[in-house]
């Protein structure tokens, strides 16, 4: 198979330009990748849109690039943990499209899989329906939703092959194999980079076919959000 | 009146064995330490684990297992991982049983608020709307009033709605309550040492009082 | 964990009655519940209708059901292999509802996760299209096509947990997983059943919420329809 | 005229470095004999395995590891396997970059008829009609004519269609052939020993004929 391999986060985000369409894998500050999130900031870009369940915090995550005003819009369900987030939203700087969660994950895997629309229960009778179509089946109500795609989808993994098949970890995995599918560009940061071959098959959860980009990560901090443990 | 963990012990003896359940965060996070010993449930975090465990112990810390309120968790024994969109998949499609979560308000024919206040900063719904859209049995935890003493338990809601006619049953620090198919908050149980009149005047929708209210068991 | 062992085939398919809706995995012959089938044929019971991607070969799988005139139905993609079968098609004695691969297999994804109705290209402009809506989205035209869910939908993996845990092995996964998740109950036959506990979760390719009933089988004969081998 | 193997031959010099390929059964299924050594490409096999190898040794055939075809296959290294879901998501979403399979009949607009015969045994669609309706590359390999002698290659298909304006590229016993955007058989390749007129007296759509036509070269 063919080697996808890049030699670093550098070279893979190094195309990315102003004003695309972005996804990030994660769930709060778990499944981030960290190093592309890294070089990105040394880009000279501006005016993304970013698709990402969270927006990190002010000195973490996708909080980093806020910081560095390099973000035009969010397309998230959950941004609760970060104050410039909050000041450049109500300061007309920055756009934010909230998304139910589960809506968000479909409309992605949507994406990822060809499906141009579909009809969830979500937000019906909520402001989330306006404007949007709804229909009954089975004596419930649903709303349509359309799909999700974007330019460049940049997910983070456990451990990866050189033929792009990725294995994740834990509750890192989240968004990250739906969002995998969705991007025209997958780059995919992993913590172990193997040969094609060395990975069970049968314990793929992100098949190569869906990776463009891979490369190994350093230095991983995982930052914690909720430090909670048993007394 | 109820503190939060009484709520929550109270909410816990609505479980039932076997069940698969989410529980939101704040008071519903609590319900976990008061399911009783002899049923087995199963805890779903729509971050994508089924089996949630006890928080961890210092040393069994991974940052790459948290529940959807960011903390720290491990899993249960016979627990799976998975993606975002199997994770709402299961949601959606009817798997998880019962759904226990916060709430600003909840009106008298079930709909609920609880993402949004006009003039607050938004933070998002999460997986709020997806849950309530989506459970066949769900269970708020609530106290009963605000801070400055006004009713949450209304005629309408008032705040932006995350769901409708879609809560169950209500537990609150003064009340267990259900929604009646025909509208309106039927009192079940009383906290102990709260009257029916305290009840009353603390539910701004339309109370259903039936015969004698017992006083909750614990 | 709750324990979902039943005893044998035999007590999982007990309560299966005439005219229900079943779901059954499998691929041609690779990944079929063959212990289920054989409790089946046990059973005093008719006009099912059965979804499963094929009809299973004359003297074996679904086409033993056939053949003792058990079904009334067969939702399929491709039905080709079964002579038996086109008989008592063409007598009148058997429906069947032919749907594009990719279709069935979204239709009972969307069933599981609770998506009612969705948008798919398949069989845009072919009969497949007669009766149903279209739409046009970003310049191509797709077909609306509801979801499928099912009385019982029976399962075979290769590996289960008393918690209804299943890891399927390489080819025999097809429908299996998309289809436990779209039965009111699901059954799952196993080649082994070990303790909740024993398998790695991150490995899990069905979580045990969607199945409601696990046993070990016995005796499998995995017919192979097509032995192919290199010369 | 090509034999069905060399059609596999002259369809496998259309194989880029790098892609994943759907092949369907019959002379597609030889395209993979057919792929030079030095091109990494990837075969997709829609019942769930992406990176089908070699036909198995007899030690090496496992019951649970088929092709579309139902035929024993091996995995290539660096394979993945995946539910049935997964695969035509792939499908679907334009991830597999070229599909090549047989047809009874060609339209000159590209609509494709390869699944159906009124008044015989349907045996049905399979994946063919979501293949079709995918992959944004689809080559067909087929004879030019039906062994009664008639083209297969028409203004409009007579039989029930399997996708429409979905063929990219033809390659028969007779010619290489594209479709027109505008509509009609553009001829760009002859057999060796074919001539234009032959190729013209068998295309029963219209046939377009743009400067010197070459022979095949393999």
């Keep these: 198979m063919i080697n996808k391999t890049v030699k670093n986060a550098r070279e893979a985000v190094a195309d990315i330009p102003s004003n695309c369409m972005l996804m990030m894998g994660g769930f709060g500050l778990t499944g981030i990748p960290e190093n592309c999130i890294s070089a990105l900031l040394e880009k000279d870009i501006t005016g993304l849109t970013i698709v990402s369940n969270n927006a990190g915090v002010d000195d973490f995550g996708i909080g980093l690039l806020?910081?560095?005003?390099?973000?035009?819009k969010m397309i998230s369900s959950y941004v609760g943990e970060n104050a410039?987030?909050?000041?450049?939203?109500?300061?007309?700087?920055?756009?934010?499209?909230?998304?139910?969660?589960?809506?968000l994950a479909e409309r992605v895997r949507a994406g990822g899989a060809g499906i141009p629309a579909f009809f969830t229960p979500a937000g019906v009778g909520t402001e989330v329906a306006e404007g949007k179509e709804s229909r009954e089946f089975d004596g419930k109500m649903y709303l349509l939703e359309s799909w999700l795609k974007a330019d460049f989808s940049i997910v983070k993994a456990w451990k990866g092959d050189t033929a792009g098949n990725l294995i994740f970890k834990g509750t890192a995995r989240n968004f990250n194999p739906i969002m995998a599918a969705a991007g025209k560009i997958?780059?995919?940061?992993?913590?172990?980079?193997v040969e094609a071959g060395e990975l069970d098959p049968n314990q793929i959860h992100t098949p190569g076919i869906y990776v463009q980009r891979i490369f190994q990560g350093v230095n991983y901090e995982k930052r914690i959000e909720q430090r909670t443990v048993s007394k | 009146m109820l503190t939060k963990d009484q709520i929550a012990q109270r909410i816990a003896k609505e479980v039932k064995n076997g069940q698969y359940i989410n529980l939101g965060i704040g008071i519903p996070t609590l319900v976990a330490n008061y399911i009783p010993d002899n049923l087995e449930v199963v805890l779903q975090s729509e971050n994508g684990l089924l089996g949630i465990g006890p928080f961890p112990t210092e040393d069994q810390i991974d940052p790459d297992l948290i529940n959807a309120g960011k903390q720290t968790v491990t899993m249960a024994k016979g627990s799976s991982l998975f993606n975002s969109a199997e994770s709402f998949g299961m949601i959606r499609g009817g798997h998880v049983h019962l759904t226990i979560l916060g709430a600003m308000e909840v009106s008298e024919n079930g709909d609920i608020s609880n993402w949004k206040i006009p003039g607050k900063m938004v933070k998002g719904m999460g997986g709020a709307m997806d849950l309530v859209a989506s459970a066949d049995n769900i269970i708020v935890a609530m106290q009963?009033?605000?801070?400055?003493?006004?009713?949450?338990?209304?005629?309408?809601?008032?705040?932006?709605?995350?769901?409708?006619?879609c809560v169950k049953k209500i537990v609150t620090d003064l009340a267990v309550l259900e929604i009646s198919p025909a509208g309106g908050f039927i009192l079940k149980e009383r906290a102990p040492g709260v009257t029916v009149e305290e009840i009353k005047q603390m539910t701004a929708g339309k109370l259903i009082i039936e015969g004698e209210i017992p006083e909750m068991i614990f």
């Design chain 2, 144 to 165: 009963h009033c605000s801070r400055s003493g006004e009713s949450k338990l209304l005629p309408e809601c008032s705040l932006p709605i995350t769901g409708i006619r």
């Design chain 1, 66 to 72: 806020l910081k560095k005003r390099m973000v035009k």
């Design chain 1, 84 to 103: 410039e987030f909050e000041r450049q939203l109500l300061s007309g700087e920055l756009e934010v499209d909230l998304i139910p969660q589960g809506t």
């Design chain 1, 186 to 193: 997958c780059i995919a940061e992993v913590e172990e980079l």
